[in-house]
């Protein structure tokens, strides 16, 4: 997968993710015409360039960026499952799983191998589905506000609107994920209740009705609302900082590869800061699937202070991990598929105008 990606980037007019596309030097190239009044061309054709699939900001733009969230969310969250269930166990059981060597080992002597993969089918559905909604909504969200608050506001405010723009996808996001996140739950945590995704729904329906799979959403919300808003916020200004004072040269004279070092490097330090600010919050989703009729103020308070961070140290590792591999199958997808990708954000002609 990730080898057809290199191909692909290698073979591409676009020759760094942040670089200018260049049309064939053969194919003939209209060139629009300025409109009176204005500091920008208009658009000559639908599409901007002759390699991209669609335009930027139509229907088919986001629905593509929602399929690349599809295939970034969905592989990463299944790939790493055996950490997210010895970190579920961390979380509701400290006495039995003492740490992430600890809880693997016992896992494995009680249940083989194959113990470890309990609960991917559940995961793959419900982070594909989240996935979908978290990045073709982000970008939508994103180019709509952008709209709303006009290009100098956007410029000037963009880490805002970064924020702004997460949050509201992963509020939808969120509701598409919750069924399947509570199912994923109790077959990882509670021993016996069921083996596989098939097994858990009905048994779930009959147990607490629909509830059973929604009365976890408002603490998935207080965890994945501040993640994906630190997701992304804090990606897209590290990738900016690591450029301005890390990198010794101008990002468009970087190699594929190098972008992709200074990419993983932003989502994993993105990473990081996610898994600090949502993993109270995680605790208590975890803790609330496991037990009948809990509230989720009632799990904060038997859980107290110390006992919301049970389970941090493999979930700095899993989400840093995920978050790193994310964008970059993200950016590959729009890559292969063809997605148009805007120059980074800078200054507008009439900013620069106001300040001399």
């Known amino acids: ?205 009959k147990e607490e009705g629909v509830n059973a799979f929604y009365k976890g959403l408002v603490p998935l919300w207080m965890r994945q609302i501040p993640y994906t808003m630190m997701k992304f916020a804090c990606f897209e200004r590290t990738v900016e900082l690591l450029y301005k004072y890390v990198v010794p040269k101008p990002r468009a004279d970087c190699t594929k590869g190098e972008q992709l070092i200074v990419t993983f490097a932003a989502g994993y330090i993105a990473g990081v800061f996610c898994a600090v600010v949502s993993h109270p919050a995680d605790v208590v989703v975890s803790k609330l699937n496991q037990a009948k009729g809990a509230s989720a103020i009632s799990v904060a308070k038997s859980l107290g202070f110390s006992g919301m961070w049970n389970g941090l140290t493999p979930r700095i590792i899993m989400i840093g991990t995920l978050t790193a591999l994310q964008w970059f199958i993200y950016d590959g997808v729009k890559v292969a598929l063809g997605i148009p990708r805007p120059p980074p954000p800078e200054m507008p002609a009439s900013l620069k105008a106001k300040q001399h």
């Open 1 to 205: 997968m990730f080898s057809s990606f290199f191909e692909t980037a290698r073979n591409s007019p676009f020759r760094t993710p942040m670089s200018m596309a260049r049309c064939d030097a053969a194919a003939p190239v209209v060139e629009p015409q300025p409109v009176e009044g204005r500091q920008i061309a208009a658009a000559a054709t639908p599409v901007a360039n002759q390699q991209d699939s669609c335009e930027f900001g139509s229907t088919k733009y986001f629905a593509l960026c929602g399929i690349g969230g599809i295939l970034s969310c969905g592989t990463t969250h299944t790939f790493v499952v055996p950490l997210d269930l010895v970190k579920c166990r961390l979380q509701v059981d400290q006495a039995k799983y003492k740490n992430l060597v600890h809880g693997f080992k016992v896992t494995v002597a009680e249940e083989g191998a194959r113990g470890l993969a309990k609960g991917w089918f559940p995961t793959l559905l419900g982070y594909s589905a989240q996935g979908l909604c978290k990045f073709g909504l982000y970008e939508l969200f994103k180019v709509k506000y952008a709209e709303i608050i006009g290009e100098e506001n956007a410029y000037l405010y963009r880490t805002s609107l970064y924020l702004a723009a997460s949050a509201s996808a992963e509020f939808f996001a969120d509701i598409a994920l919750a069924p399947f996140e509570a199912a994923k739950v109790k077959i990882q945590t509670i021993p016996g209740y069921a083996n596989n995704f098939r097994e858990a729904v009905p048994k779930m329906l």
